[in-house]
């Protein structure tokens, strides 16, 4: 997992702005994955990518895009519309084959609504 | 969609004494099942995984069994240790078509007092 970097590390963002948060690995892996996390509520799914080019929902989209122009790189915007964006958001990567792959996450970033 | 329901969401142990983290899940087609560590402020780390086709599997003092009639598996720790404390998240992957994700437990704080 030391291959997995996001950044940057603490990201404070007024309200009705837009903001990226950057996620990159060199692991040569497929599938790539945001996160969120809230206390108490573990990992929730926001985006997830299986290959370049193609993505799909998770289960709290709402608020959030995603891109995957890039192997190496799976960057998650966070929009003025998603209401509550203050929280710990994790990416994670797997190889991409199939339903026993395990994942790895990165460091995580810290987003705050001001 | 998948289910994942973890207890307890604390746990306070003895120095030495096992621990013992339960997890149910309701999609029978889920066939695998990670556990994670997460320490305050850091990443989730895999600590140890089982596949449908295994009952049970050990890792030096952490071992996980999986009851797939039931549909719920468990994490032990056995001799612990300050340094196990941390919060722990199950998993259960699921399907949809070619796509496949991980759905988390809310996660179980465990504390090992010296």
């Known amino acids: 997992d030391g291959g997995i970097t996001q950044s940057p590390k603490y990201l404070f963002r007024k309200e009705g702005q837009n903001v990226t948060l950057s996620c990159e690995q060199n692991?040569?892996?497929?599938?790539m994955y945001w996160y969120r996390q809230d206390p108490g509520q573990g990992l929730r799914l926001i985006y997830y990518?299986?290959?370049?080019?193609?993505?799909q929902k998770g289960d709290i989209a709402e608020g959030y895009s995603v891109s995957r122009e890039k192997k190496e790189s799976f960057p998650l915007t966070v929009t003025s519309a998603q209401k509550n964006p203050t929280a710990f958001y994790l990416c994670?990567?797997?190889?991409?084959?199939?339903?026993?792959?395990?994942?790895?996450f990165g460091p995580g970033t810290r987003l705050t609504v001001l | 969609g998948e289910n994942v329901e973890q207890h307890p969401s604390t746990l306070s142990v003895q120095e030495g004494d096992s621990a013992v983290i339960k997890c149910t899940y309701s999609?029978?087609?889920?066939?695998?099942f990670p556990w994670y560590k997460q320490e305050l402020g850091k990443r989730p780390q895999l600590i140890i995984d089982?596949?449908?086709?295994?009952g049970e599997k050990k890792d030096q003092r952490i071992a996980v069994t999986l009851n797939k009639t039931a549909k719920h598996f468990s994490l032990h720790i056995t001799e612990t240790q300050p340094e196990d404390s941390a919060v722990y998240f199950c998993?259960?992957?699921?399907?949809?078509?070619?796509?496949?994700?991980?759905?988390f437990g809310k996660g179980t704080l465990l504390t090992v007092n010296p």
């Open positions: 990518s299986q290959i370049v080019n193609d993505f």
């Open positions: 998993a259960a992957s699921t399907s949809g078509g070619s796509n496949y994700k991980l759905t």
């Open positions: 089982i596949r449908s086709n295994v």
């Open positions: 994670a990567s797997s190889m991409g084959q199939g339903s026993t792959d395990t994942q790895y």
């Open positions: 999609d029978s087609a889920s066939n695998y």
């Open positions: 692991l040569n892996h497929d599938a």
